[in-house]
């Protein structure tokens, strides 16, 4: 990482001894996991420049924004609508913490009892160490998990923490108040920024996430050719990258990737061995930089074809985003009723997210799924006995594991992969 | 107990060796930490008759009820009306797990990072020790937490459980979901019970609850005297009953109890010296038979006069239910919104609670409060951080602190609640 965003770094009142730090771990982690793989697609280079420059060229995109009177949002769930963000003339950044690094600093706050990734958001947070959420004027919170909805009440004496009352099932009671917390976001978004979202904004808003995600689903419907045109640790990164870059940016390199991954297709060409394992990764969010789990997959041989996820399936689920004419309230239902078909673990009953994990195993030619939660994650821990028994009863094989963003741990779940890849 | 129920157990499916267990550690128990007790009212003689036959007469009742065609439903929550069971002829019973007895067992279908409660309650329910588990025909679950809310999906394998909606937050459109969900409710209870709800029935329905709630209130209303006219092991097993007694049967005896208190307050008479520490106890509910913590706290020379908890204020909190004469609709938002008052963690933002707490250090003049939370419970364990920090500013003495069923934990919480005590 370059010397020239330490001014920018110090202005954010960022804790440069500890950033110093991260920012020496990270390119080690990164080129031992990532840049030694075989034959990656040369469109990842944009990636791996994204990731170089990870404090730095996009925040600097984000002061300047501020530097002419714009307004940032850092989001930790694809729930928070970025279409209305957009409108507004805000910018979305996702800000879900990802590194072991802030864990304990969050932990000087927070219960132990507590997944990692609260825990690291915390952390970046209140140890200031991540030029992200000092960058944002606000924070906008949801009602998805115990541990988020009541962290948000800490977090706000430290940041203006925004939250918004996702339901906890999808009747049609429930979709009307969620379409409810929509309207008051619109309202939200318009007093932070000043500016009025009009339906031809929204619109042209809309049609921006939508293009980001037409690259993505691009991606996911690449990735079901055999052999697998691109690694998981590498699809997952561009995911990753997705929460926080430009939306048109982003776009038009995942396309690029896309085109590169298209040609090897139809060369029949791809990243691992024919015979290597197809694995579906099932669970809990990985934030960047949280790459454990497709590295000792991958590491041992197998490849990860999906990931039904948030950082993955999920966030691209009920497709493109219907584009009603007739004003913002129509509007704002398409963007719900979108938003809605993603099955997370928060909602009862969810059985729809099982029928998902079944689906995509047979859409992808899975040879096994991997449902990793992270420990403390009450929702997917408790769904993932839902989903083994599923899988069981539709005799493919599955691995049921949870763990946190620790080496320690790394060590317990590679000797639980790998013996499950040898009995695939 | 009784050889007299042994028939019905059977018949029931109780697993009768390990109820036998069961029943044979209970009353040793009781014995240890209630009969011992200086200066019971009298009148607590019908509530240990009620425990020394804690799974025969009532049982036997609720038999009887269903051997007349009528219904016997299982809850776990203030949240789910006991109004709109009894207005259609059902019986409602809480069915807590407090035992650690029964948590080995809920952990082999459980993750063991789950509340005691909730693994103590689907043990009794999988391992056929509860017979009022046996003996309810739809046990009625709710959204108060992640734990609860994805266990009922896994628990309703193994006997039918609906699940109320309740949000998240408390704006207008949440209390139009809450109301919505209580109209579905009703008709739920009408199709299970085969009986129809009538303004007439459901009216006087409410007005029972009313009356029970009124004998609590006035039982919660006494212990503000000093000297404390009751133990709060005394107070706290009056209520743990309150769950599954008849409630006028309840109402009649808690009235009696409070009689006799209110002569002990006219004559200035108390439980414990009057220079006892007075403690105010807030957290998760104590669910029959987990009376350690006001055990240890007794033990070592102070008394708890009130418990902020779902066995405790939390249950009494809106008051007495309104009347509206106009309708079923009236009706159920006039139960929505005394039930709206109660200030479980649940909810975000929840500073009423705080306030709550604030309030009652006031009334019921404590020297000092006690914050406990089941471990893995993720709303209080967080929202204890900041119910501490508000008692600190307001120089309340408070100590927080997180525990399970278990006697290792206890000898633990005596070590940390008995320096508290020596610091008042």
């Keep these: ?21 991260l920012l020496t771990a990270l390119p080690e982690i990164f080129q031992q996991i990532y840049l030694g793989q075989q034959q990656r697609p040369e469109a990842m280079g944009f990636f791996d420049f994204v990731v170089s420059q990870i404090h730095g060229i996009r925040v600097k995109e984000l002061m300047d924004h501020k530097a002419k009177g714009g ?8 729930y928070v609508p970025d279409e209305v963000i957009f409108a507004a003339g805000g910018i979305a950044v996702g800000l879900c913490g990802g590194a072991d690094f802030s864990v304990p600093t969050g932990e000087q706050i927070l219960p132990r009892n507590l997944c990692a990734l609260i825990k690291s958001a915390v952390g970046f947070k209140i140890g200031s ?10 924070i906008i919170g949801e009602t998805t998990c115990d541990g988020k ?41 318009e007093n932070v920024t000043g500016n009025t979202i009009t339906p031809e904004r929204l619109a042209e808003a809309t049609a921006l996430i939508n293009r980001k995600r037409a690259a993505m689903d691009r991606l996911f419907e690449l990735r079901k050719a055999r052999p697998a045109p691109i690694s998981g640790l590498d699809a997952l990164l561009a995911v990753q990258i997705s929460f926080y870059d430009d939306p048109a940016r982003f776009a038009q390199k995942t396309n690029e990737l896309c085109d590169e991954l298209a040609a090897r297709v ?12 197809r694995i579906l990764y099932a669970g809990t969010p990985m934030p960047i930089p949280f790459w454990t789990i497709p590295a000792l997959i991958e590491g041992a041989g197998a490849v990860v074809v999906a990931e039904e996820s948030c950082t993955g399936t999920r966030l691209l689920a009920g497709g493109q985003t219907a584009l009603p004419g007739d004003g913002i309230d129509r509007q704002l239902a398409a963007i719900a009723d979108r938003q809605l078909q993603t099955n997370c673990a928060c909602f009862t009953p969810n ?3 099982i029928e998902d994990i079944l689906r995509l195993a ?26 083994q028994k599923a899988l069981q009863q539709a005799g493919i094989p599955v691995l049921v594991i949870d763990g946190d963003y620790t080496q320690e741990q790394a060590g317990q779940l590679k000797t639980r992969i790998e013996a499950f890849l040898e009995t695939l």
């Excluded at 160490?129 to 606000?138: E, K, L, S, W």
């Excluded at 939250?163 to 917390?181: G, K």
């Excluded at 040879?367 to 994650?377: E, N, T, Y």
Aim: charged share 25%.
């Design 1 to 21: 990482m370059s010397e020239e965003y330490r001014a920018m770094w110090e202005g954010l009142g960022i804790n440069m001894r500890r950033h110093d730090m």
């Design 71 to 78: 307004k940032v949002f850092g989001t930790f769930c694809v």
């Design 129 to 138: 160490i991540c030029p992200y959420f000092q960058a944002a004027d606000v």
């Design 149 to 189: 909805k009541k962290t948000w009440e800490i977090l706000n004496e430290y940041v203006p923490t925004y939250v918004m009352d996702l339901p906890n099932c999808r009747t049609a009671a429930d979709r009307d108040l969620w379409i409810s917390e929509l309207k008051r976001f619109v309202d939200k978004v």
């Design 362 to 387: 047979k859409e992808y030619e899975a040879d096994g799924v991997i449902h990793f939660s992270l420990s403390f994650c009450q929702p997917y821990n408790l769904e993932g006995i839902r989903v």
């Design 351 to 353: 059985d729809a997210r």
């Design 266 to 277: 139809q060369a029949g060409q791809g990243v691992a061995p024919a015979g290597a394992k």
